[in-house]
């Protein structure tokens, strides 16, 4: 019989062949991670053959595998550090032929895997499979090509975010999807979660600026598509489907010239709910900034101790960026400046130059971060709110808060109504990590029941899965579920996210249950 790549005292742990349907179950001899309050059950220490991985090492290299239990740990977690679970290998290729070897193999032998890029996201849908491998895609980190005639860089997934503005800046040019971790997060990281940032208010999402995209299919299959190809949009498809569609190995995106002319303006209010009153009347007086950020009086003072960007003592700051020609751009700073006077604004300042605006915004995206100065551990939520309704749901976040005794600081897109809660709590403490959670899933409650919805760059991953049945009715999950058969029949890229499956969503561990939606037709075990 052919021996595992496992350790003995691991070994005893094993237990019966997971179905791929991401619902773990049948294992009864297995470690746990809590999601959602339900467990989801995972085989504990599963090695890998050893004639997968020796496959592996002959396509990527002995240098290209991980196997040691003490370096797979790394990979246990993206930036939802609350969901943990060691992969069986991790494999870096540095190239398209390698990460299609890689996928070939996994689908000779039924073995799934997860990409990753720089592991920064939070929402769970970079968490390995016990069973299955890590593709890493960190070695692929170069920049392929920059045509400024064309507008496009063509990158491979693991170039940072901000390196491709980086690569055109001195042209003039910029890339303009900017999330807050646009130094480490990468662009195949981008691409899988649809991320924004700050200026996507204006300029639109990862979506709006991928032009083409190589990728390996779980079958190993290349493919390219392009934006504009005759029949269904399979690339728009394809952005924002979490890793489980395929495999992005080389990426084109659109680029910026940069405007004339930006201004950045800091308005200071007494009140959350005179701030958001200030970002409706802006956009209901049409006028469209580059971005609109919020932050609370908890995240103000948490930025302040952090990098001192010098935000007033007050509850609620907005910063304002406008930018397009100059003329435009004064017209409209002077009607934003009028519009938060009107709404409350105790304080306003616009940045006298470059230094200024760029320690206003080092505020805002050090905010995260910041946070850990002052709380030993918080949970971050995405939810999408219309704008109108900002200041009723910071209400009921603020009425939350006190129901379940945990501070939450606020600091989000307002201009298109993305909220960033950042629930604090001690995960020393008994019972907080749970309050934490219970109160964050009672927080995307209150976005749904606003007429918003559950995420807005952040991605559902396992996060969010279990409620996605609140947003999407039975028909909407199949044929969600239809198209990613489609692309992966056999369930092996990334399964057990974004889905809500019967053990993630806490079902009782035992024989297998049918799901309502497979009960009623709608839904199929993979």
Known sequence: MERDLVHEPERAALGKVIDRAGDRVGYEDSETDDVHGGRITYPGGLGMKVEFVRDVEAAVGSSGVITEPEQLRTYECDGLTGHRVVPGLVALPASTAEVQAVVRLCARDGVPFVARGAGTGLSGGALPIAEGIVVSLARMDRILDVDLEGARVTVQPGVTNLAVTEAVAAHGFFYAPDPSSQQVCTIGGNVAENSGGAHCLKHGFTVNHVLEAEVVLPDGELVRLRAGDPGPDLLGAFVGSEGTLGIATEIVV?????????????????????????????????????????????????????????????????????????????????????????????????????????????????????????????????????????????????????????????????????????????????????????????????????????????????????????????????????????????????????????????????????????????????
Request: aromatic share 4%; net charge negative; glycine share 10%.
């Open 254 to 526: 659109r680029v910026l010239q940069r405007p004339e002319a930006v201004r950045t303006l800091l308005a200071g209010f007494d009140s959350t709910d005179q701030a958001g009153t200030a970002v409706s009347g802006v956009i209901a007086a049409r006028i469209l900034p580059a971005a609109i950020e919020m932050m609370d009086r908890l995240t103000i003072e948490a930025a302040e101790a952090a990098v001192h960007p010098g935000y007033p003592d007050v509850a609620a700051v907005l910063i304002v960026e406008l930018d397009g020609l100059a003329p435009q751009v004064e017209d409209d700073l002077g009607a934003v400046q009028s519009i938060c006077l009107d709404s409350g604004a105790v304080e306003i300042r616009a940045a006298a130059d470059d230094a200024e605006r760029a320690l206003l915004w080092l505020g805002r995206r050090s905010a995260f971060a910041a946070m850990g100065r002052v709380s030993h551990d918080y949970y971050v939520q995405d939810g999408v709110v219309p704008r109108t309704r900002l200041p009723e749901v910071l209400r009921r976040i603020a009425e939350l808060e006190r129901e379940h005794g945990l501070r939450v600081g606020n600091v989000f897109h307002a201009g298109d109504g993305n909220l960033h809660p950042l629930v604090l709590y001690d995960a020393r403490e008994e019972g907080q990590a749970e309050r934490a959670e219970t109160l964050a899933v009672a927080i995307l409650d209150a976005c749904m029941d606003a007429g918003g919805s559950l995420t807005g760059e952040h991605g559902i991953g396992v996060d969010k899965a279990c409620a996605m049945p609140s947003m999407f009715g039975p028909d909407d999950l199949a044929a969600m579920s239809r198209l990613r058969r489609g692309f992966d029949p056999a369930g092996l890229a990334n399964p057990g996210k974004v889905f809500p499956t019967p053990r993630l969503c806490g079902e009782v561990p035992g024989p297998y249950r049918a799901h309502p939606l497979e009960r009623a037709g709608l839904a199929e075990r993979l």
